[in-house]
T-cell receptor, first 114, second 111 residues
């Protein structure tokens, strides 16, 4: 029973570069969440998928952030034209159902934008 | 801005001692409250979950309490161990499935 995996674990990008962060949820989990966690703070919600449908993207901070889950399994969070304020840990979580089930988190991708 | 406030921000205790972490929230409509443990460089792991009707829940040396009237929760850790050093995050979920995370309490257990 593998848990949630994320790749890469660390990413250093120059300001203006595009990055793509990958999340492999637990097999069979319908719900998938992306969070942004700044140093010393709790995770902040970015977006939510139910299967392949992106039902809530209210937390995405700008139109430079884009997420997809085309086949209802693996998800990719893309950040275009990265800025220094994008530096954070990006956490992915999956669960059987939104709100009711336990969210299982991946280890996160630590993004540093120089 | 943050509807889930945790205190203290950080805490240092000696191994074997007990401690209590606090969480106050204003999130509504309330569905459930979870406490997570986040080790450095790892994702959060769920410790306990409580719904509106529950006022205490234990998981080994961890005991969580909930007062839904005053919108307060606490996490009590008994006989602390070095491995308890981590950030403890309080999360409140609404009926719509929205999760609001606190900023966590960083606990350091020293030998």
């Amino acid at each position: 029973g593998a848990g949630v995996s994320q790749s890469p674990r660390y990413k250093v990008a120059k300001r203006g570069q595009d990055v793509a962060l990958r999340c492999d949820p637990i097999s069979g989990h319908v719900s998938l969440f992306w969070y942004q966690q700044a140093l010393g703070q709790g995770p902040e919600f970015l977006t939510y998928f139910q299967n392949e449908a992106q039902l809530d993207k209210s937390g995405l901070p700008s139109d430079r952030f884009f997420a997809e889950r085309p086949e209802g399994s693996v998800s990719t969070l893309k950040i275009q034209r990265t800025q220094q304020e994008d530096s954070a840990v990006y956490l992915c979580a999956s669960s059987l159902a939104r709100g009711q089930g336990t969210q299982y988190f991946g280890p996160g991708t630590r993004l540093l934008v120089l | 801005k943050n509807q889930v406030e945790q205190s203290p921000q950080s805490l240092i205790i000696l191994e074997g001692k007990n401690c209590t972490l606090q969480c106050n929230y204003t999130v509504s409509p309330f569905s459930n409250l979870r406490w997570y443990k986040q080790d450095t460089g790892r994702g959060p792991v769920s410790l306990t979950i409580m719904t509106f009707s529950e006022n205490t829940k234990s998981n080994g040396r961890y005991t969580a309490t909930l007062d839904a009237d005053t919108k307060q929760s606490s996490l009590h850790i008994t006989a602390s161990q070095l491995s308890d050093s981590a950030s403890y995050i309080c999360v409140v979920n609404t009926n719509a499935g929205k999760s609001t995370f606190g900023d966590g309490t960083t606990l350091t257990v020293k030998p």
